[in-house]
C-alpha cells in the first residue's frame, strides 16, 4: 500500500522521558522518513527529507512546538490535516508508548483525504495573522473518498444536515465554511463513503491493526476515543489505555468499534469538553450508535465526565479479560460496501472465537422478508437493489431466488419496484440470518414443441392469469411455447390465412 513519507519529532522532554534507545527502534519498526528533537533545524530537515506528514510528542504546554504547528504548512510541505500530536501524558510504559506512537505513524502515513481539503478564507483576522500573512486555515469537513452512486446513502445523509447535498459524484458539503466539522454524517452514514479527512476509515484500520502488532499483551488494552479537546487522561495500572483523537466523538461509526473489539481492544468514547459547541451531536450520535456488540454483552461506554471516565476504564480494566488479538485486513474498505464489509468481518470474526446469541439484532442491517405465494421469480428486485441483495440463479430445471441481508441498508427499492407486492421490510437482521440464502424457488416450463427451458412455473402462471383477465383465449400459444416456435406458429397460420383468403 502507497504511504505518505512520515516524520517524527518529540520535545526535549519527550526524548528524555523515550530515550533515544526506543526512538531508534520506531524509527526502524515504523519506517519513517525522519524522527529528531525540536530544534530550529526542523523546517529545513522536514524538506529535505520531503516529509509530508508528521507525528509530534511533546507536552502541551510547549509554545515553540505550537508556533511551529500553527504555520506548518507555510514552513513546509506538510498538511495540517496530516499532524498527529501526542501528550506526553498518554504514555505509560516503553512498550505501550512505543505502540501508540507506531499506531499514530500508521495513521499520519495514510492521510491522503487531507489533499482534497481546500484553504477556507480567514475571516477573523488578527493582526498577528495579518503580519504572518495568514490569509487561509483548513478544517476538516467530510470529503467524498470515491464516486458512489447508491441512492439510499445520498438520500440519508443529505437529510441529517442541510449542507450535505447530492452531486453527479455522491453526497459533498456544499459550503465548508459553514461546516461544523462534527462529523456527524460520516459517523451515521452506512457505507462510510464521506469521510473524515484526518479520520477515514483506512486511517482508523492501520491506527488499529498497529496497536495489535505492537501493544503489551501484559494488561487488557482500552482504545480511548476522543477529541482533540481533551486534557488529562486517568492513570490505570490495570490497564493500557490508547487515545484515538476524532474530530469529535459524533464521528465514529459502528464499525470502528466493532474492529476494536475483535482486534483485542475494548473501545470507550470521552467527549470531555462540556463548553464545546460539538456536545449535543456527539449525544445525539451516542444515542444512536451500537450499544454493544452484538450476541454478546461487552458495552461501548459514552462519557462525558473526567471522574466518570476514571470509573468506568477501571470497571472495564476489571471486568474484561484478554482479547485475541486480530489484523484487520486492510483491502476491506475497497469494495463497494466499505465499512459494511468491516461490521460484517468484525461479526464473523468474533463468531469464530466465541458463541454469539444468535438471536441478537444487528442495527443498521435491515431486514426484508419476500412472501413465496406472491413472488413469481420475475428478477425485478435483481435489478433494483443497488447493494445486490438479490440474485437469481437457473439450473437446467429449477429457478432460485437469494438474497444476503447482509448488506441491506433499507433502501426499500426492492420494495417499491416489485410488481407483486411480495417483498416487505420488517425492521432489523439477527446474526442467524446473514449470509446468503434462498427464499423462492420453482421448477422451470419447456416449451410444448421443442422442449427448450423458458421461465419459471410461477411466471408462467401470472403471465397467464394476466392474459385471461384481458380476454385472450388460447394462452397455451402465449405461455407454453418459446420464442422461435412461437414465431413459426404465427407464420404458419399467416399463411394458412392468405391461403384461404386467396381461395375464395
Known amino acids: 500500500m502507497i504511504r505518505l513519507n512520515v516524520g517524527l519529532i518529540v520535545s526535549k522532554k519527550a526524548r528524555e522521558i523515550l530515550g533515544d534507545e ?79 506512537i507506531l499506531a499514530y505513524i500508521s495513521k499520519a502515513s495514510l492521510s491522503f483525504l487531507a489533499r482534497r481539503v481546500q484553504p477556507l478564507r480567514n475571516k477573523n483576522l488578527t493582526r498577528r495573522s495579518l503580519l504572518r500573512r495568514k490569509l487561509y486555515y483548513y478544517k476538516p469537513y467530510p470529503v467524498l473518498a470515491q464516486e458512489i452512486s447508491f441512492e439510499r446513502e445520498m438520500k440519508y445523509l443529505s437529510s441529517l444536515c442541510e449542507l450535505v447535498v447530492k452531486t453527479p459524484e455522491g453526497p459533498q458539503v456544499s459550503d465548508p465554511d459553514k461546516c461544523t466539522s462534527c462529523g456527524f454524517c460520516s459517523g451515521m452514514s452506512f457505507l462510510g463513503y464521506l469521510e473524515m479527512p484526518n479520520f477515514s476509515t483506512d486511517q482508523v484500520i492501520a491506527f488499529i491493526n498497529t496497536l495489535s502488532k505492537y501493544a503489551p499483551t501484559d494488561k487488557p488494552g482500552i482504545v480511548l476515543i476522543t477529541c482533540n479537546r481533551i ?8 490497564a493500557y489505555i490508547y487515545p484515538l483523537i476524532s474530530p469529535c466523538v459524533s464521528s465514529v461509526h459502528d464499525s470502528f468499534l466493532t474492529a476494536i473489539l475483535v482486534s483485542g481492544f475494548y473501545p470507550v468514547l470521552y467527549s470531555p469538553d462540556s463548553s464545546c459547541e460539538l456536545r449535543d451531536r456527539a449525544k445525539i450520535r451516542a444515542e444512536v450508535a451500537i450499544k454493544r456488540f452484538p450476541g454478546t454483552e461487552i458495552r461501548f ?91 437469481i440463479k437457473n439450473t437446467s430445471s429449477s429457478t432460485t431466488l437469494y438474497h444476503d441481508l447482509s448488506y441491506c441498508i433499507g433502501s426499500q427499492r426492492c420494495v417499491r419496484n416489485c410488481p407483486e407486492g411480495a417483498i416487505t421490510l420488517v425492521g432489523s437482521v439477527k446474526i442467524k440470518e446473514l449470509g446468503n440464502r434462498s427464499v423462492v424457488s420453482a421448477t422451470i416450463g419447456k416449451c410444448k414443441y421443442c422442449g427448450k427451458p423458458l421461465d419459471s412455473i410461477k411466471v408462467k402462471n401470472r403471465v397467464s392469469e394476466i392474459l385471461m383477465s384481458s380476454g385472450i383465449n388460447d394462452i397455451e400459444d402465449y405461455v407454453d411455447v418459446c420464442n422461435d416456435c412461437k414465431q413459426k406458429n404465427m407464420s404458419k397460420k399467416w399463411v394458412e390465412k392468405t391461403l384461404g383468403l386467396s381461395k375464395k
Request: proline share 3%.
Open 301 to 391: 461506554p459514552y462519557v462525558e465526565d473526567l471522574n466518570e471516565l476514571e470509573d468506568v476504564l477501571r470497571n472495564v480494566a476489571s471486568n474484561s479479560l484478554m482479547l485475541t488479538r486480530n489484523e484487520i485486513p486492510q483491502d476491506i474498505v475497497l469494495s463497494r460496501s466499505r465499512r459494511r464489509n468491516l461490521l460484517l468481518w468484525s461479526i464473523s470474526q468474533f463468531r469464530s472465537q466465541s458463541k454469539l446469541n444468535e438471536e441478537d439484532e444487528i442495527p443498521g442491517v435491515f431486514k426484508v422478508v419476500v412472501d413465496p405465494d406472491k413472488c413469481v421469480l420475475c428478477g425485478v428486485c435483481v435489478r433494483s437493489c443497488q447493494m445486490l441483495v438479490f440474485d
Open 231 to 238: 486534557t488529562d487522561i486517568p492513570k490505570l495500572k490495570e
Open 22 to 100: 526506543l526512538l531508534v527502534s520506531i524509527f526502524n519498526d515504523g519506517e519513517i522518513a525522519y524522527v529528531a528533537e525540536y530544534g530550529d533545524f526542523i523546517e529545513k530537515d522536514l524538506k529535505e527529507n520531503s516529509v509530508n506528514a508528521l507525528v509530534v510528542v511533546s507536552e502541551s504546554e510547549n509554545r515553540n512546538i505550537k508556533d511551529f504547528l500553527s504555520n506548518i504548512d507555510e514552513l513546509t510541505n506538510i498538511h495540517p490535516l496530516s499532524v498527529e500530536v501526542l501528550d506526553i501524558n498518554w504514555l505509560q510504559s516503553r512498550e505501550q508508548a512505543k505502540a501508540l
